[in-house]
C-alpha cells in the first residue's frame, strides 16, 4: 500500500474535485454563479489563511514582492474572475459532468501558453495529447441528427419548472432546454431536427465551458511565472515551503476583489444578499470550498510529492470520469457508451503531455 500512496492520493483528488463540482452545481442553481463564486472564494481565503498561519505565523501571504502580486493578481483576474465564472455558469447551463469534460482542455492550453510564453518544450506527443482531447469531447457533445418530437409534457414548448437556475442566471437564448441538467436542446419543437452530425448541448454552455478551460489553462502559466517570482523574494523564510499555498491565497484575494466588483457594478447586491440566507445553498458553497481549493489543491501538492508528475497528473485528470458515477446513482441519468468513451478518450489525451 505504502509504494501507491501517490497514486492513492492523486484518486483522492479526483474525487475530490468531483465533489466540488457537484456541490457547486447545486449551489448555482438555488443562488446563481456569481454568488457561488464569490462566497466559495470567502471561504476559502480563510481556510487558506488558517493554514498559513499555521505553518508560517501569518495569515495573510508572507514576503512577496511587488512582480509576485502582480503575475498573482493576473492570474487570479484570468483563472478566478474569467475562467470560474465561465466555468460556474457553464455548470448551470450544461451541468458539472460536461463542464467537467471540458475542463480536459485546461492542459493543453497550459501546454500552448507555457510554449507562447514560457519557451517550454511542446513536442509532436504533446500536439497528439491535444487532438486525442478534442476528439474525446467532440464525440460526447455531438450527435447524429435525427427526429425530434416535442415533449408530451411541454404541449406549448414551456420550460420546465424542474431544477430551473435562479432568477439571475436564467438561461436567455433561444434554445428550449429540458432542465439544467438534461443533455437534449431543441430549438424548434415542432420541425424535425436536420440531419447530419450537431450539437446536443447548449451552445452557450459549450463556450462558457472553453472559456473556463482557457481561463484554468492560462491562469496557470501566469502562476508559475508569479511563482517563480515568489521563491526568488521568499527565500531563507519560513513561507518559502509553502508557496503554493500563499499564491493561491494572493489569487483568491485578487478573485474576491474581481466577484465583488462585478456583483456592484451589475447592482446584483440584492441577490448576493438573498443567496446568503440559502442555507443549504451556502452549506454546498463551503464544502466544495474544502473539498476544492483546501483539501484538493493540498492533496495534488502531496500526489505529486509522492509519485511521479505525470502519474499524479493524469490520474487527477480522471474527474471527468468519476462524475460519471453519481450523475447515474444519484441522478439516475442515462450515460451512453459514447458518452462514456468520449471522457475516456479525453483523459488519455492529457495523459499524452507527459510522455
Given amino acids: 500500500m505504502q509504494q501507491y500512496f501517490g497514486e492513492l492520493i492523486a484518486i483522492a483528488v479526483a474525487v475530490s474535485w468531483t ?8 449551489a448555482g442553481n438555488r443562488i446563481g454563479s456569481l454568488a457561488v463564486n464569490l462566497l466559495r472564494l470567502f471561504f ?11 505553518t508560517t505565523g501569518s495569515f495573510m501571504p508572507a514576503n512577496a514582492d511587488g512582480k509576485t502580486w502582480l503575475w498573482m493578481s493576473l492570474s487570479g483576474l484570468v483563472g478566478f474572475v474569467f475562467g470560474d465564472l465561465c466555468l460556474f455558469y457553464s455548470y448551470i447551463l450544461i451541468t458539472a459532468r ?3 469534460l471540458l475542463m480536459t482542455l485546461a492542459p493543453p492550453f497550459a501546454a500552448f501558453f507555457g510554449w507562447m510564453m514560457l519557451g517550454e518544450n511542446l513536442s509532436p506527443m504533446g500536439f497528439l495529447g491535444m487532438a486525442v482531447t478534442m476528439t474525446g469531447i467532440a464525440i460526447s457533445i455531438l450527435k447524429r441528427g435525427g427526429k425530434t418530437q416535442p415533449s408530451a409534457s411541454q404541449p406549448n414548448g414551456s420550460q420546465p419548472n424542474a431544477s430551473q437556475p435562479s432568477e439571475s442566471e436564467q438561461i436567455k437564448d433561444d434554445t428550449l432546454v429540458a432542465g439544467v441538467s438534461s443533455i437534449s436542446v431543441v430549438t424548434d419543437p415542432g420541425i424535425s431536427a436536420k440531419r447530419g452530425i450537431h450539437l446536443h448541448l447548449p451552445l452557450k454552455g459549450v463556450l462558457l465551458g472553453l472559456g473556463g478551460a482557457l481561463g484554468q489553462g492560462l491562469g496557470i502559466v501566469l502562476s508559475k511565472i508569479g511563482m517563480n ?5 521568499s527565500k531563507g523564510s519560513q513561507v518559502a515551503d509553502f508557496i503554493p499555498f500563499a499564491a493561491t491565497q494572493m489569487r483568491i484575494i485578487t478573485g474576491v476583489i474581481g466577484f465583488a466588483l462585478i456583483i456592484f457594478l451589475t447592482r446584483r447586491a440584492e441577490l448576493l444578499r438573498k443567496g446568503i440566507k440559502d442555507r443549504k445553498a451556502v452549506a454546498a458553497i463551503f464544502m466544495g470550498a474544502i473539498f476544492g481549493p483546501f483539501v484538493g489543491v493540498s492533496l ?4 505529486v510529492q509522492h509519485t511521479n508528475t505525470a502519474v499524479a497528473s493524469t490520474i487527477m485528470a480522471t474527474t471527468p470520469i468519476i462524475i460519471l ?6 441522478y439516475k441519468k442515462k450515460i451512453s457508451f459514447i458518452e462514456v468513451l468520449g471522457a475516456i478518450l479525453s483523459v488519455v489525451g492529457v495523459s499524452l503531455f507527459f510522455l
Avoid: D, K, R
Fill in 325 to 330: 458515477i453519481p450523475y447515474v446513482l444519484l
Fill in 229 to 233: 517570482h515568489y521563491a526568488v523574494a
Fill in 98 to 100: 460536461f463542464s467537467q
Fill in 19 to 26: 465533489f466540488t463540482a457537484l456541490f457547486f452545481e447545486f
Fill in 44 to 54: 476559502a481565503f480563510f481556510l487558506l489563511g488558517a493554514l498559513l498561519y499555521f
Fill in 300 to 303: 495534488s501538492l502531496m500526489a
